[in-house]
């Protein structure tokens, strides 16, 4: 069964990039990887997606390993806003536990 | 364009009681599916539905039931509402299985007393 595997929490100091790894060892090969992030309790919201070249949108950048088994989001800069919870779904309906990133001023 | 709507934003039930939680999307999609969060967790996958009339069990399903008879509604039932489905609830909606995002509702946040 597919599943994606994540550190459940990291800190980052305000201004720094975030490095938020993903591991999916299983995905298979016309499986998109995507990012989401939930802030607080609101809803999770869409933020970067790739199948197997890096992706870059005004949100984040996106470095997918060229076996595709595990991929990177990268925050450039980070700020406070950007704390929340960061989910690497494992499929198309499946989120996890994710990683709740701390940015410290 | 309102995205994915839940209604209601909040809700509390007395143990044994139902209720329907709702959500709409206006954006055609075929693929919807509903989680639940409990404080400090992540996303639990209750039911999804890949298409009008048809759906299917994820990873908690028991306590709830589902159907999709129209591809914009997908409403989520409590049958017997019990403590320990005090939780917050979303609704997701996606365009299909490649290469699209899925869209989250706002949440319901239910407590049963």
């Known amino acids: 069964d597919a599943k994606t595997t994540q550190p459940p929490s990291m800190d980052c100091a305000e201004g720094r990039a975030a490095n938020l790894p993903c591991n999916h060892s299983?995905?298979?090969?016309?499986?998109?990887v995507y990012w989401y992030r939930q802030i607080h309790s609101q809803g999770p919201q869409y933020i970067i997606h790739?199948?197997?070249n890096n992706e870059t949108n005004e949100m984040a950048s996106l470095i997918i390993t060229e076996d595709r088994k595990s991929s990177t989001l990268i925050l450039p800069h980070a700020t406070l806003r950007d704390t929340a919870v960061y989910y690497c779904?494992?499929?198309?309906?499946?989120f996890g536990s994710g990683t709740k990133l701390n940015v410290k001023p | 364009n309102a995205g994915v709507t839940q209604t209601p934003k909040f809700q509390v039930l007395k143990t044994g009681q139902s209720m329907t939680l709702q959500c709409a999307q206006d954006?055609?999609?075929?693929?919807m599916s509903w989680y639940r969060q409990d404080p400090g967790m992540g996303l639990r996958l209750i039911h999804y539905?890949?298409?009008?009339?048809?759906?299917d069990q994820g990873e908690v399903p028991n306590g709830y039931n589902v159907s999709r008879s129209t591809t914009e509604d997908f409403p989520l039932r409590l049958l017997s509402a019990a403590p320990s489905q005090t939780s917050v609830y979303f609704c997701?909606?996606?365009?299909?299985?490649?290469?699209?995002?899925?869209?989250f509702g706002q949440g319901t946040r239910l407590t049963v007393v």
């Open positions: 997701a909606s996606r365009g299909g299985p490649l290469g699209t995002e899925a869209f």
């Open positions: 299983t995905i298979s090969g016309n499986e998109y």
């Open positions: 790739g199948l197997k």
């Open positions: 779904p494992r499929n198309k309906f499946y």
């Open positions: 954006m055609n999609h075929e693929y």
């Open positions: 539905s890949v298409g009008a009339g048809i759906t």
